[in-house]
Each structure stands twice: as structure tokens, then as C-alpha cells.
């Protein structure tokens, strides 16, 4: 769903130091971590995305409006939650 992508598009900071950037690249959703390569990003049927690159969930918490407000990274059995810096 492009238009839920690009409402997802921004910068999550997971923590000092570390973010995950989601941005578009025509209708295509990619991720990149802090210091990493971008990787490409698939919407699941429930709407949360992943990569075959590597076992990796990405749950995006959205306002009222559709608009990403936190990401969620779900990857070897734990949880992290990042709010939008951008």
C-alpha cells in the first residue's frame, strides 16, 4: 500500500546513537540502519513489514491519521521501540 508507506517514511530512534530510516524509492519501502546498508522492505497481510534480507519485523504505531508516530523492531526474539525523530 503506497500510500501507508509513505506515511510510515521518517527516521525512528531507537536509541542514543542508533535510528532506522524508512524512506521510498519509487513505490519501493526500504530500511537503513544507522551505519548499515538500506535494505528493501515487504508489507505483510496484517501491514507490518519485513526482509528477506534477514529475519526482521518492523511494526509501525500510527496516529489517528495514518501517519508513523513509533516503530517497532521485532528481530531475535525481542522487542524495540523507536519514537519518530523525523
Do not use: C, H, M, W
Request: charged content about 30%; cysteine-free; glycine content about 14%.
Amino acid at each position: 500500500d503506497p500510500a501507508r508507506a509513505q506515511a510510515a517514511v521518517g527516521r525512528y530512534r531507537l536509541r542514543e546513537n542508533f535510528e532506522i530510516a524508512l524512506l521510498l524509492d519509487g513505490e519501493a519501502l526500504y530500511g537503513q540502519a544507522t551505519g548499515q546498508g538500506r535494505f528493501p522492505l515487504k508489507q505483510d497481510s496484517r501491514g507490518d513489514y519485513y526482509t528477506e534480507a534477514t529475519e526482521l519485523l518492523v511494526r509501525i504505531v500510527r496516529d489517528d491519521a495514518g501517519k508513523g508516530t513509533e516503530l517497532i523492531l521485532l528481530q531475535g526474539g525481542g522487542a524495540f521501540r523507536g519514537k519518530r525523530v523525523e
